[in-house]
């Protein structure tokens, strides 16, 4: 992979096709380090990472995309997310074994994928697209079929510790449209895992279509930050009764609240208790250091 942590689009300069490519390495990394994931779960998890990364190439506003995945095993959920500015995360629940050699399908029976659109200014959108296929990038494909109209073939590919994807996609515009579609398609279709994973973007786009005229964009940087803080943590804490909270400080001396997604630890006394429920201060709390 000579092209990590970076998505790159791919032009077709006479086809009305886009296409995107990521590849994700110290990103992975930095999202599963602070976890003791299965290896199953690492895989699966890496293939959401590079899937948020493709469909966030999308992205014309300031939010996030929110990919999940739940299910009735053992495995309840699977999720990864993304920004307009490539920032994306992950998180596993589950308990219980987990094989280490479970596919997609068998980690989640019963279950679904569910798509969030949630800009910072407007409405959320969300598509839920049942666990029909085989694999993660097969769910995804049918997403688009049956909510956008727009033929689409997505490949994504993860060993745990490193995750690549690629998607292509009819562009919602009037042209040659089929028989162009049939032939990329096509060409895409002989993409294996390995070539995904350790080829680099050039050598891939040469590998697949060097008889067409395509090139690549600019690429823009992917990387692992958790949006998590103290002020964050605290005004989550305002779910909670002021009373039961000023108890578990009585008997324990700190609420503590734990990011699930970085496993920063926030630690508040009465004091940032008090500011929180007062009328007169924000939910920033006091600026005792814990």
Same mark, same amino acid.
């Given at each position: 992979?000579?092209?990590?942590?970076?998505?790159?689009?791919?032009?077709?300069?006479?086809?009305?096709?886009?296409?995107?490519?990521?590849?994700?390495?110290?990103?992975? !990394?930095?999202?599963? %380090?602070?976890?003791?994931?299965?290896?199953? &779960?690492?895989?699966?998890?890496? %293939?959401?990472?590079?899937?948020?990364?493709?469909?966030?190439?999308?992205? /014309?506003?300031?939010?996030?995309?929110?990919?999940?995945?739940?299910?009735?095993?053992?495995?309840?959920?699977?999720?990864?997310?993304?920004?307009?500015?490539?920032?994306? +995360?992950?998180?596993? +629940?589950?308990?219980?074994?987990?094989?280490?050699?479970?596919?997609? +399908?068998?980690? *989640?029976?019963?279950?679904?994928?569910?798509?969030? &659109?949630?800009?910072?200014?407007?409405?959320?959108?969300?598509?839920?697209?049942?666990?029909?296929?085989?694999?993660?990038?097969?769910?995804?494909?049918?997403?688009?079929?049956?909510?956008?109209?727009?033929?689409?073939?997505?490949? *994504?590919?993860?060993?745990?510790?490193?995750?690549?994807?690629?998607? *292509?996609?009819?562009?919602?515009?009037?042209?040659?449209?089929?028989?162009?579609?049939? +032939?990329?398609? !096509?060409?895409?279709?002989?993409?294996?895992?390995?070539?995904?994973?350790?080829?680099?973007?050039?050598?891939?786009?040469?590998?697949?279509? !060097?008889?067409?005229?395509?090139?690549? $964009?600019?690429?823009?940087?992917?990387?692992?930050?958790?949006?998590?803080?103290?002020?964050?943590?605290?005004?989550?804490?305002?779910?909670?009764? /002021?009373?039961?909270?000023?108890?578990?400080?009585?008997?324990?001396?700190?609420?503590?609240?734990?990011?699930?997604?970085?496993?920063? !630890? $926030?630690?508040?006394?009465?004091?940032?208790?008090?500011?929180?429920?007062?009328?007169?201060?924000?939910?920033?709390?006091? /600026?005792?250091?814990?």
């Amino acid at each position: 992979m000579s092209n990590p942590d970076q998505i790159q689009r791919i032009m077709f300069d006479e086809l009305d096709i886009r296409g995107v490519v990521s590849g994700l390495q110290k990103t992975c !990394h930095d999202c599963f %380090e602070n976890h003791d994931y299965p290896e199953a &779960i690492k895989q699966v998890l890496g %293939e959401m990472l590079a899937a948020v990364s493709l469909l966030s190439s999308n992205l /014309k506003f300031e939010g996030r995309l929110i990919l999940q995945a739940q299910g009735q095993g053992n495995v309840r959920l699977l999720m990864a997310e993304s920004n307009q500015d490539r920032d994306v +995360r992950a998180i596993a +629940r589950f308990e219980g074994e987990i094989p280490e050699n479970a596919s997609f +399908r068998e980690l *989640l029976p019963e279950g679904q994928v569910v798509l969030t &659109i949630d800009p910072d200014q407007g409405n959320r959108y969300q598509g839920v697209v049942p666990l029909d296929g085989e694999t993660l990038a097969k769910c995804l494909e049918s997403y688009f079929i049956s909510s956008e109209q727009l033929p689409t073939q997505v490949h *994504l590919a993860s060993d745990g510790e490193t995750a690549a994807g690629m998607m *292509l996609q009819v562009l919602p515009a009037e042209g040659t449209g089929e028989e162009d579609w049939d +032939r990329i398609s !096509h060409l895409a279709s002989t993409l294996k895992s390995s070539e995904l994973l350790e080829l680099g973007n050039e050598t891939l786009l040469y590998r697949l279509f !060097h008889e067409e005229q395509c090139r690549l $964009y600019e690429p823009d940087d992917v990387q692992f930050k958790c949006t998590c803080s103290r002020e964050r943590s605290l005004a989550s804490l305002k779910l909670v009764d /002021k009373a039961e909270l000023l108890d578990v400080i009585a008997e324990s001396g700190m609420v503590n609240v734990n990011c699930q997604f970085c496993n920063a !630890h $926030y630690g508040f006394d009465s004091t940032d208790i008090e500011a929180l429920f007062s009328d007169e201060t924000s939910a920033a709390g006091s /600026k005792n250091v814990h």
